[in-house]
């Protein structure tokens, strides 16, 4: 793992960091370099931005609401947020067709996010997240509710929303009293508006704009579809409570983990759930998710018994705009990842020399055009 781990920098990353768990085993390291500008060695505990990984905390939060029975997975959305989502969207989508991408809303990044200059304003820019949801909800529909799977930042904005209108309080501040402080995930948090990484943590490089530092964002565009912000050892804490049945009734975690077909023509490339998805590979099937940002990257992938376990970020995001076919980054990186996951006994040399490409669900058109995030 050391030698996969250190070859991703040396296919273009800056600096990578990594947690892997094996059983009753933690490795924790990294590689390269934490700032493009000044020397300082990226770090394993270093704080890292996780985007859309987001989405399997405030979705887990979701169904502890229905394990309450304050809420139910196949409730009409309009019945909790009227004004926000009113009239057919409002009365024909679900609970779950939000948290399983089915919804057919628009991704509301999809309009936001339509040239370089976009990046700059989102930047230093607060917004609302009832803004967000008129966004997506103003573009026209992928699919009627629940027909397929569609990713879509907006299903989880309205995630947010859903768990401020049965709480009454904060989406944020119930996932911090729901997981991160039972769970002592003390390097995780919802920044908010607050544009720092508060601790150590490296720089963040959008490829296109070169060596400037773009850690300092104001990530209140993302909201609960990827605002947060978290080391690799944290998830990979939260990813082994979760799966091994801490956060949810056994019943509401099948829910969970019964996942639509993200390629509906290639039911087995893997299936998305409940803010979770499946990953076939050489050695058994891995369920998580991953997250993109402006400048940072990152995948957490786990056993279904929690017993085999990865967390990796790199601090660079977007150096594919343009390529028609993997790049080297890609290449290194997935290497990594899939030697973490499945023990040398159980690869063979073919199936190390035909690296498969990860899904990475939070990718958007851009990354074959312009941008892609979160």
Excluded at 204 to 221: Q, T
Excluded at 266 to 288: K, Q, R
């Amino acid at each position: 793992m050391r030698a996969a781990l250190a070859a991703v920098p040396e296919a273009g990353v800056p600096g990578v960091l990594a947690a892997v768990r094996d059983g009753r085993h933690d490795w924790r390291d990294a590689a390269g370099q934490a700032f493009l500008t000044r020397p300082r060695p990226m770090q394993p505990q270093m704080r890292h931005r996780i985007g859309s990984i987001t989405k399997t905390f405030v979705a887990t939060t979701v169904l502890q609401l229905v394990d309450e029975g304050r809420l139910g997975l196949d409730d009409p959305i309009g019945q909790w947020l009227p004004d926000i989502v009113p009239g057919e969207p409002g009365s024909q989508v679900t609970v779950r067709m939000l948290l399983n991408h089915t919804s057919g809303i628009g991704n509301y990044t999809n309009a936001m996010i339509d040239s370089y200059g976009a990046i700059n304003q989102m930047q230093v820019t607060t917004y609302a997240p009832a803004d967000l949801v008129a966004m997506g909800l103003a573009m026209p529909p992928t699919n009627a509710p629940g027909a397929s799977f569609n990713y879509s930042n907006t299903n989880y904005v309205l995630a947010g929303l859903l768990i401020e209108a049965v709480t009454g309080n904060g989406a944020a501040a119930e996932v911090q009293r729901r997981i991160l402080r039972p769970l002592k995930l003390t390097g995780t948090s919802f920044p908010g508006n607050d544009p720092t990484i508060r601790g150590p943590h490296g720089g963040a490089y959008f490829a296109p704009f070169g060596v400037r530092d773009l850690s300092e964002f104001n990530m209140s565009w993302a909201w609960t579809a990827g605002e947060m912000i978290a080391t690799t050892a944290d998830l990979n804490t939260f990813f082994r409570a979760l799966l091994g049945g801490d956060l949810l009734s056994p019943a509401t975690l099948d829910e969970m983990l019964n996942a639509v077909p993200m390629l509906p023509e290639m039911p087995e490339a893997g299936g998305y759930g409940l803010g979770i998805y499946s990953l076939p590979t050489p050695c058994g099937v891995f369920w998580g998710h991953d997250g993109a940002v402006i400048g940072h990257l990152t995948y957490s992938m786990h056993s279904r018994n929690g017993a085999r376990q990865v967390s990796s970020g790199i601090n660079i995001s977007h150096y594919q705009v343009g390529l028609p076919g993997p790049h080297p980054i890609d290449i290194a990186w997935h290497t990594f990842l899939l030697t973490a996951m499945c023990p040398a006994s159980e690869m063979n040399s073919r199936s190390i020399e035909a690296v498969p490409q990860l899904p990475s669900v939070t990718r958007m058109p851009g990354n074959d055009a312009a941008v892609a995030v979160p």
